[in-house]
């Protein structure tokens, strides 16, 4: 009887134990706490004179960025062709299409560091004559109280 009531008592530990790290590895979210020091050209929320005709990512440490995106105010795509490389590296350059006028766009960027640990980033700017600071654009969006428009 002891035997039997220590083996249902393991038993229901190891479930528990297995179960719950189960559930730990998913309630951590997409996003990571990770930081990986870098900068960029153009700078996060710089304003240019004119359309840049390249972007640059430069991190402290080797990583392998698996992703680079851009877009006109966070909404339309813009072709980049960034090819992804297995190759470590810290400095990357991205050449860009003729950038039509937007009120800015946002570059979006992720990287795998040496532990293959995922880091997700992203740098704003905007350019022109009248252009104004990217985050001065996106904080000052008034968002409907009804998200289901009638």
Not at 26 to 34: D, E, P, Y
Not at 36 to 61: C, G, K, W, Y
Not at 101 to 121: F, K, R, S
């Amino acid at each position: 009887m002891i035997y039997r009531i220590s083996l249902i008592l393991i038993l229901n530990f190891l479930l528990v134990s297995f179960s719950s790290g189960a559930n730990a590895q998913h309630s951590h979210g997409r996003r990571n706490t990770i930081e990986l020091e870098h900068d960029s050209i153009p700078a996060h929320d710089e304003v240019l004179q004119d359309a840049p005709t390249d972007m640059i990512l430069r991190f402290n440490d080797y990583v392998r960025l698996v992703k680079w995106t851009l877009k006109a105010e966070d909404l339309r795509n813009v072709e980049i062709d960034f090819k992804f490389s297995n190759e470590y590296n810290k400095v990357f350059i991205q050449d860009l299409p003729q950038l039509e006028h937007a009120a800015y766009y946002t570059a979006e960027w992720a990287a795998l560091d040496a532990n293959n640990v995922i880091v997700y980033g992203l740098f704003c700017f905007s350019f022109g004559p009248n252009a104004l600071t990217p985050t001065t654009i996106i904080n000052s969006r008034v968002f409907s109280s009804d998200p289901v428009q009638r």
